[in-house]
Every structure is written in C-alpha cells, then in structure tokens.
C-alpha cells in the first residue's frame, strides 16, 4: 500500500510511511520487525524481572539498569502499533490527538534515557573515583530523587511545544516521513507561525541531550584519570570492565541519534527509504541492544539468566 495525497483525509487525519517502494515486501518486512519488537519486549522485561527477583543485585548500578530497561520497554510499547500497523496493513492513518500522544512519548523517553545514561555514569565515577563513599552518595533515597529528577525534566519541559502542536494548522499534505510521528515533522506540515516549536526545540536538545553527552564525556574522562593512578595493571582492567557495558549503551543511543540528524541535514537527495529506516533505528536500536548487552557483559545479570533457564530446562 503507499503512501498517497488523498483529498478524503480530514483535517486531523495524517499519513504515515512506510518503506516507499517496498510496499508488496511488507508482509515479509513484517516478520523480522515483529520479532524486533518481540526480542525489546522480552528482553527488557526480562532484565527488569532480574533486577527485581534477584537481592544481589539490589544496588545503585542496577536501580540505574532498571530505569533504562523500563524506558526502553515504553519506548516499544510507544511506536509497536504504528510501525506493525503499516507492515501488517492494518492502517497507515493516524489521528491528529493520537499522533501528538505518540510524539509527547518518543520525545520524552528519548530525553529520559539521555538521562539515565547521565545518572548511570556518575554511578560509575562514583563506584571508581570515590569506592569508600559508594553507597553513603547513592542511598535508596538519592537514587529516586534522581528518577523522578530524571522523569519531570523528560515530560514536563517538552510538554509546552508538544501542546502546541494540537492548535497548529496543517495546510500542507498529511504525509509524514516516518512510520511513527515526530515533532519536527508535524513542524513541517504547519502553516502556523513555529518560530516558538524550533526554537524552543533546539535549545532544549541543546540542555538535555548535548548537556548530557558533554558530561557523560567528563565523568569518563575523570574516571580513566583515576584508573590509571591505579599500580596494579590487573586492578586497573577490572575498574574499566564495570563499564564497558554502559559505554556499548551510550554508543547504542547516541550514534543513531547522530546518524538520523545527519540523514535529514545532509541527506535530502537520499531515497526515502533511509530516511525511514535511520528512524527505525533510532527507535529500535537501543532498546533491542541494551538487554543483550547487560545480559552479556555483566557477570550477575548473565550468571542469574543461565541459573534460571537451567532450573526451567
């Protein structure tokens, strides 16, 4: 089915793509996408179950590791209908309140996952750089002041230009770029003034993601100072292997980032497919890859996951 100007569609009825071109492929495009998102849901919950039955691994690193896991399990359940809904030919129209929902949820997760990657590094300086103080610093306490730090700066700073968007008009054509909705493409079928929307919206990528790189940069930076004041070379290796999986998480998020930014800046002249595909990327990625990477880089999510298939096998 593609995707096509239609005169019928109301005002608050708007189109999203699919992979243009491709559209008698989307039953098999359907399955690898379906076990996608199947592999995210299964994945996290699986961690987050872990994490919850397990007391070893009541402790800040994992608290951390169990905010990530839920962000990316609602960063799924956010965009599973839209994107399945398209493959599976169920429906490509999506209404105007639905859309802004969706978008008020893409945007906000991705910001809290930027966020928690943030907490999750001062973790991890905090673990090497200041052992002794470990858990006086991170206590149960602190730990939800930081999520629900973490939660209001996600949700409640997007909430004015997402609001906007509800009384905005929408002169140009109902078709979206992607197969779920965007702020900035719903930006780019309004007629209505939205110097507000992107101007609001770059300072805000501004103090939220590139803030939260630049730091998550220092505190890296800090702590490979610190490890390398260690003697023993052995001792030094064991500190820099507790982050390795947090590192994997980081890359995972932010190269996406940069690359879906880099395909609509530079890459206008690209086929719509790669746009449509770097945003499944973008979406997708993080969640599928962070479970897999703590499940194998991190020795008591791994050794609990093989106990407990054992015991059902």
Partial sequence: MSVQPDSKISNSTFLLTGFPGLEREYPWLSIPFSCIYAMVLLGNCLVLHVIRTEPSLHEPM??????????????????????????????????????IAQTFFVHGLSCMESGVLLAMAFDRFTAICNPLRYTSILTNMRIITIGVAILGRSFLFITAPIVRLKFFHYCHPHILSHSFCLHQDLLRLACSDIRFNSFYALALVICTLFLDSVLILISYISILHSVLTIASRDERLKSLKTCVSHICAVLVFYIPIIGLTMVHRFGKHLSPVVHVLMGNIYILFPPLMNPIIYSVKTQQIRSRIQRWFTKQN
Avoid: K, N, P, R
């Fill in 62 to 99: 994992f608290y951390f590791l169990a905010m990530l896991a839920l962000t990316d399990l609602c960063m799924g359940l956010s965009t599973v209908h839209t994107v399945l809904g398209i493959l599976w030919g169920i429906s490509q129209e999506i209404g105007l309140d639905a859309c």
